[in-house]
């Protein structure tokens, strides 16, 4: 029987009252052999060894959208971490996660992977790679109108050589200079993907999230800059803008 959980915990020893942890899984939430559609709903400050904010199992499988998943922090996978399972996005900001070693936003290990209009954003790591995603294996990821802004020293989107992705409408940008696309082709200059300052309304990583704003300026390349079908325009009827404020629920967050 599948189950959406809170963290679980896999314990070592026992000592009187005190429990002493091996590995926990989903900080926030945790969802084994089953099937989520989670809309508004949040994962804030949160921590586990795998997948800080949200573990999906190898059965899992969720849906994503309108929501902030923030602040959370992991060995691997300091948002969000799919071990094998399905996790689609959609206007959603991942910003400020972090991971001691694998996948600062979100880790995905042979899982399936689908975002669009989304902004994932942050330090994400110190490992050196994938600060934002780390697709490893089998790993999957088809990313549309969103944007990555990696603000440490770790390579943005990092693919370990047998992983897939696809990138079209897509603005992948690092503020320190570190490499944005690593173990992948880099598709900046080709199906609409560019890696340009986003220029957002004002962030800052001082350990408050609440005094950031990621929307776009008016001077930002990013608007108007997503797929021009019209099934894509924002909600007030103009071509889709990049990042998470873009898109036909562009008004998610008001």
């Given at each position: 029987?599948?189950?959406?959980?809170?963290?679980?915990?896999?314990?070592?020893?026992?000592?009187?009252?005190?429990?002493?942890?091996?590995?926990?899984?989903?900080?926030?939430?945790?969802?084994?052999?089953a099937?989520?559609?989670?809309?508004?709903?949040?994962?804030?400050?949160?921590?586990?060894?795998?997948?800080?904010?949200?573990?999906?199992?190898?059965?899992?499988?969720?849906?994503?959208?309108?929501?902030w998943?923030?602040?959370?922090?992991?060995?691997?996978?300091g948002?969000?971490?799919?071990?094998?399972?399905?996790?689609s996005?959609?206007?959603?900001?991942?910003?400020?996660?972090?991971?001691a070693?694998?996948?600062?936003?979100?880790?995905?290990?042979?899982?399936?992977?689908?975002?669009?209009?989304?902004?994932?954003?942050?330090?994400?790591?110190?490992?050196?790679?994938?600060?934002?995603?780390?697709?490893?294996?089998?790993?999957?990821?088809?990313?549309?109108?969103?944007?990555?802004y990696?603000?440490?020293?770790?390579?943005?989107?990092?693919?370990?050589?047998?992983?897939?992705?696809?990138?079209?409408?897509?603005?992948?940008?690092?503020?320190?200079?570190?490499?944005?696309?690593?173990?992948?082709?880099?598709?900046?200059?080709?199906?609409?993907?560019?890696?340009?300052?986003?220029?957002?309304?004002?962030v800052?990583?001082?350990?408050?999230?609440?005094?950031d704003?990621?929307?776009?300026t008016?001077?930002?390349?990013?608007?108007?800059a997503?797929?021009?079908?019209?099934?894509?325009?924002?909600?007030?009827?103009?071509?889709?803008?990049?990042?998470?404020?873009?898109?036909?629920?562009?008004?998610?967050?008001?």
């Amino acid at each position: 029987i599948g189950a959406v959980m809170a963290a679980q915990r896999v314990v070592a020893n026992q000592a009187g009252d005190d429990n002493y942890f091996v590995y926990s899984y989903g900080g926030g939430g945790c969802v084994v052999n089953a099937s989520a559609e989670l809309s508004g709903v949040d994962f804030d400050d949160n921590y586990a060894d795998q997948g800080g904010g949200l573990y999906i199992d190898e059965d899992g499988s969720v849906e994503l959208s309108g929501a902030w998943v923030q602040e959370n922090e992991a060995t691997d996978g300091g948002g969000i971490q799919v071990d094998g399972g399905y996790l689609s996005v959609e206007n959603v900001v991942l910003a400020w996660n972090f991971a001691a070693d694998d996948g600062g936003s979100v880790l995905s290990l042979d899982g399936q992977l689908v975002v669009g209009n989304s902004t994932i954003a942050g330090d994400g790591n110190s490992s050196g790679s994938g600060a934002e995603f780390y697709l490893d294996g089998n790993a999957s990821l088809t990313l549309e109108n969103s944007i990555l802004y990696g603000t440490g020293s770790a390579s943005v989107l990092y693919g370990d050589g047998t992983a897939y992705f696809s990138g079209t409408y897509n603005n992948a940008y690092s503020s320190s200079g570190a490499s944005v696309y690593s173990g992948v082709t880099d598709p900046t200059g080709s199906n609409g993907n560019m890696s340009v300052d986003p220029y957002f309304g004002g962030v800052s990583d001082d350990a408050n999230s609440s005094n950031d704003d990621w929307s776009l300026t008016s001077t930002s390349t990013c608007i108007d800059a997503g797929n021009p079908a019209s099934s894509y325009n924002d909600a007030d009827g103009t071509q889709c803008d990049m990042g998470a404020y873009g898109g036909p629920s562009s008004g998610w967050d008001q």
